[in-house]
């Protein structure tokens, strides 16, 4: 057992390309979802989270740099959020933009209820308004540092 480390897919080292003309175009349709899916697989895409209406640190969120965020609920209804995040100095509260978003919907208890990014000198956090409730969304992160 290899402790801390993850086997990802990978691509074969050798490929017999097909004579036959009417393979041609399956086989390098399979090739090209091989590859696919061995790089985007290497992607770990999204996290869970949980987030509720105090304001939280963004777990896996460096103290700098710039990033694009997407958060949507693991389950329908949940309000979504998509923002770039600026921080140039790890000591100074940086600059947070909305992207897109959309209130979460459904008969009581989602309707209207929003997300929001803000910023402290040493994290961004997140929370939502609809108080003493905590859900669990999916959170992406797109970097420049790490």
């Known amino acids: 057992m290899t402790s ?6 990978t691509l ?7 004579t036959d003309k009417s393979l041609f175009n399956p086989y390098f349709t399979r090739q090209y979802e091989s590859i696919a899916a061995t790089v985007n697989f290497k992607d770990n895409s999204f996290y869970p989270m949980a987030i509720s209406d105090i304001p939280t640190n963004i777990v896996n969120l460096l ?25 140039s100095d790890m000591t100074v ?8 978003s959309q209130a979460g919907t459904g008969a009581l208890t989602w309707a ?14 997140i929370a939502h308004n609809r108080a003493g409730i905590t859900a669990n969304f999916n959170v992406r ?3 420049t540092n790490g």
């Open 63 to 87: 103290s700098f740099g710039a990033f694009i965020i997407c958060v949507s609920g693991v389950d329908s209804t949940l309000p979504t959020l998509t923002a770039s995040l600026c921080k």
């Open 141 to 143: 992160v797109i970097l």
């Open 12 to 18: 074969t080292t050798t490929t017999i390309v097909p």
């Open 93 to 100: 509260a940086g600059q947070v933009v909305v992207i897109g």
């Open 112 to 125: 209207g209820i929003n997300l929001t990014i803000t910023s402290t000198a040493t994290n961004f956090q």
């Open 4 to 9: 801390g480390f993850q086997q990802f897919p």
